[in-house]
């Protein structure tokens, strides 16, 4: 049975840092490109960043494009996004999600249940 958990999210004043981890159980994650999606209240979930398999490419959304580094540890079997210099607009329940190479969710085949994050101004 595939798992992917997500930790680390939480309460945090604008301006502060939050690492997210993404721990992978039944899967071997160095298989796929990962991706994190986020959701604020009332919208859509939407692309955040995506890494490749061995990690050397990764891409971001605009909106915090310069804020937040995806990576990932295949020995470990898990993928992070530390967010620095956060807004209350990062404001949402982030996701990790396995097997799409682009910002398009469906190509996505496995999703953890998400971890809140909540940045106060």
């Known amino acids: 049975q595939v798992q992917l958990v997500e930790s680390g999210g939480g309460l945090v004043q604008a301006g502060g840092s939050l690492r997210l981890s993404c721990a992978a159980s039944?899967?071997?994650?160095?298989?796929?490109?990962m991706g994190w999606f986020r959701q604020a209240p009332g919208k859509e979930r939407e692309f955040v960043a995506r890494i490749n398999r061995s990690g050397s490419t990764t891409a971001y959304a605009d909106s915090v494009k310069g804020r937040f580094t995806i990576s990932r540890d295949n020995a470990k079997n898990t993928v992070y996004l530390q967010m620095n210099s956060l807004k209350p607009e990062d404001t949402a329940v982030y996701y990790c999600?396995?097997?799409?190479?682009?910002?398009?969710?469906?190509?996505?085949?496995?999703w953890g249940q998400g971890t809140q994050v909540t940045v106060s101004s």
């Open positions: 999600a396995a097997g799409g190479m682009t910002t398009i969710q469906n190509e996505y085949r496995y």
């Open positions: 039944g899967v071997t994650l160095s298989s796929y490109y």
